[in-house]
C-alpha cells in the first residue's frame, strides 16, 4: 500500500510534475514538490488543496542544480513527515538550437539541470530510500534514444539520464531499492516555455505519466520495469 507513504517530486509545480502529485495524493500519499519558482509553487499548493482538502501537500523552494538546497529541501521532509518513500526526479529544462547557436549557457543549464540535478537529488535522499527500501523514479525522455537536430544539448543530458539511471538501477537494487526512468514522447506541459492548448489533446497528458508512477508503485516488488518508453499512440501527420 501507498497510502500516507511521503513523496518527493521535484520540477513538481507544473507540467508532468504537478500530474504525479496530484495523481498520488489521490491515492493517498503525502506529497512534497519542489521548484524553482515560488508563486509557481503556491499556485500548485492552492491547486492541488482544492482538490484535495484532506491531502497532505508540502511544497519547497529548491533547486536541483545547488546540492545545499537539496539538503534542505530533504531536512524539510524530515522535519515535517519523518522520511521518504519514493522519489521522483522530473525536474528539466531544454534548449534547442543548432550547435553553432547554442551557448555556453544554454549547455551548462541543461546539463546541470537535467543530469547533475537528478544525480543531486538521489545523493541527497538516498539514505531514505535505503532505509524504507524505497522507489526512486527519474522521467527522462524518448530523446535518450532518439536523437535529432537542434538538441545537442538535450540529447546529450537526457542519453546521459537513461545510462546514468540504469547504472544507479544495478547499484541500488542490492538495497531493495527499485529504479526506473520513464521516457515520455511528446507530452502536454509547459516544457520550453510551451502553454497547454486544446491542440495538444494528441499529446501524452500528465495524468498519463501520473497513471503510470501509480501503477509502478503497486506492482509486486519482485517485479521492476527498469526503463519504459512512452509516446504518443496516434500523432498527427
Known amino acids: 500500500m501507498i497510502r500516507d507513504k511521503v513523496v518527493l517530486i521535484t520540477g513538481g ?13 489521490s491515492e493517498g500519499m503525502k506529497v512534497a514538490i519542489t521548484g524553482r519558482n515560488a508563486s509557481s509553487l503556491e499556485e500548485a499548493r492552492d491547486y492541488l488543496t482544492s482538490r484535495y482538502p484532506e491531502g497532505h501537500v508540502l511544497v519547497i523552494k529548491a ?5 545545499e ?20 526526479a522530473n525536474a528539466g529544462v ?30 541527497t535522499c538516498l539514505e531514505d530510500l535505503k532505509a524504507t527500501k ?7 525522455s ?22 546514468f539511471t540504469q547504472a544507479v538501477m544495478l547499484d541500488l537494487r542490492k538495497y531493495g531499492i527499485k529504479v526506473t526512468t520513464i521516457m515520455p514522447g511528446s507530452v ?9 492548448s486544446p491542440e495538444d489533446e494528441w499529446k501524452i497528458q500528465p495524468e498519463d505519466i501520473g497513471q503510470m508512477v501509480r501503477d509502478l508503485l503497486y506492482m509486486h ?8 518508453e512512452v509516446r504518443p499512440t496516434l500523432p498527427p501527420k
Not at 63 to 67: F, I, L, N
Not at 143 to 163: C, D, E, I, M, P
Open 13 to 25: 509545480s507544473k507540467g508532468i510534475g504537478l500530474g504525479i502529485a496530484e495523481t498520488l495524493l
Open 63 to 67: 533547486d536541483v542544480c545547488q546540492k
Open 69 to 88: 538546497q537539496m539538503e534542505m529541501a530533504v531536512h524539510n521532509i524530515h522535519q515535517t513527515w519523518g522520511e521518504i518513500h519514493t522519489v521522483i
Open 94 to 123: 531544454g534548449h534547442f538550437s543548432a550547435i553553432e547557436n547554442l551557448t555556453d549557457e544554454q549547455w551548462h543549464d541543461t546539463i546541470n539541470t537535467n543530469l547533475t540535478g537528478v544525480y543531486y537529488t538521489i545523493k
Open 134 to 140: 524505497g522507489y526512486l523514479i527519474t522521467i527522462a
Open 142 to 163: 524518448l530523446a535518450g534514444t532518439n536523437f535529432f537536430a537542434s538538441a545537442s544539448a538535450y540529447n546529450a543530458s537526457k542519453f546521459g539520464l537513461v545510462g
Open 188 to 196: 502536454t506541459s509547459y516544457f520550453n516555455g510551451h502553454t497547454p
Open 221 to 228: 516488488p519482485r517485479t521492476l520495469p527498469s526503463k519504459i
